[in-house]
């Protein structure tokens, strides 16, 4: 079968790959479509997967194999696997807190995903996929799930005005989540002219390019100098992760989602003074029948974000190359399996 293989920084290969096995509780998936995540993409730049994984952890599939103790689950089945799997055993499962699970796995990263034409996966990791969401639509289920964690651990309230830095895929899943949710003003700031339309498109009451024109100075001018509640980072770059500190209003909080490959240089003054509240937010796992819920429902809608959809053979030059370009303005690009 064909298979995108990770062997480290800028390494990423289609190849033929033996199937895999299935397990009595495992479940033998065919992948739909897949996300290419920011993730994925920060692996190819610096490295950070296990080599010879077959990468792919955001994606729909029907279930082609079923193992023999393996009994809730059909031939037919179209789902959405979990990426994440705890161990359900360390002292963080036992605490429900499986994002910080000693001993997890990770579909796409520390095991085999869904960039290939089969996958095994445990039964345990496995959502139905109901009829009202579609295949593509069906891999927007795991970034959603993560934002949907990040906004309860920040105890976003009704009715506070947000800013979201950068308009990626998880910056406009926030900003439908945020609107989603009762948000007040809702300011975007984004370096890429086509991703700020589309996050006008999708509900921001205010968007601002911070190459043309200030953040700070734009804020100040909407909330008369007095800062925005919620400042969610989505960029994970150094720069405006320190600036979130002087856009946040006082008692405000900062929500972190970025991944940033870089120390960030922090005003702890201003936080204390300010008593701020900062929560950084990393995976979703229990928030997936929620996302599936949201979607299906249409009070989120995702689709606007696939900017492209690509076929398995020209994920490298179609899909990596292009992404982690200067150029792309790309928002979430998908994997035609
Ligand atoms: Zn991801
Ligand atoms: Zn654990």
């Not at 699970?101 to 496995?126: F, H, K, W």
């Not at 609107?179 to 601002?208: C, H």
């Not at 809608?301 to 790309?330: C, H, K, Q, Y």
Request: hydrophobic share 40%; proline share 6%.
């Amino acid at each position: 079968m064909r298979a995108a293989v990770y062997e480290g920084t800028r390494e990423l290969y289609v190849r033929e790959v033996s199937e895999p096995t299935v397990g009595p509780h495992d479940v033998l998936l065919k992948p739909k479509y897949v996300g290419i995540c920011g993730s994925d993409l920060n692996a190819w730049q610096y490295g950070m997967f296990e080599p010879g994984v077959i990468i792919g952890h955001e994606f729909s599939a029907e279930i082609v194999g079923v193992g023999r103790e393996v009994a809730a689950w059909s031939i037919g089945d179209r789902v959405v696997p979990n990426s994440l799997i705890p161990c359900g055993e360390c002292k963080f499962c036992s605490q429900q807190k499986h994002s910080l699970c000693e001993n997890m796995q990770m579909v796409g990263i520390s095991m085999n995903g869904g960039m290939a034409d089969l996958v095994s996966l445990p039964e345990s990791t496995l959502y139905h996929l109901p009829k009202s969401i579609d295949d593509k639509m069906g891999a927007m289920v795991e970034p959603l799930a993560v934002v949907l964690r990040a906004f309860e651990r920040a105890r976003f309230a009704k009715g506070v005005s947000v800013l979201i830095l950068g308009a990626g895929p998880i910056g406009l899943l926030s900003l439908l989540v945020a609107k989603e949710k009762g948000a007040g003003r809702v300011l975007v700031s984004e370096v890429k002219p086509p991703r700020l339309s589309l996050a006008k498109s999708l509900g921001a009451d205010d968007i601002v390019n911070p190459l043309q024109e200030s953040i700070s100075l734009r804020l100040e001018s909407l909330t008369k100098a007095q800062g925005t509640d919620l400042v969610v980072e989505c960029t994970g770059a150094p720069g405006p992760s320190s600036e979130t500190f002087r856009l946040v209003k006082r008692g405000g909080t900062i929500l972190v989602l970025g991944i940033c490959e870089e120390p960030v240089e922090a005003d702890f003054m201003t936080g204390v003074l300010n008593e701020l509240s900062i929560q950084f937010s990393y995976l979703g796992y229990a928030e997936f029948p929620k996302a599936i819920r949201l979607i299906s429902s249409g009070r989120v809608n995702p689709a606007p974000l696939v900017t492209r959809v690509i076929p398995l053979e020209r994920v490298v030059e179609d899909g990596f190359e292009l992404l982690t370009g200067p150029s792309s303005s790309d928002v979430k690009v998908l994997v035609q399996i």
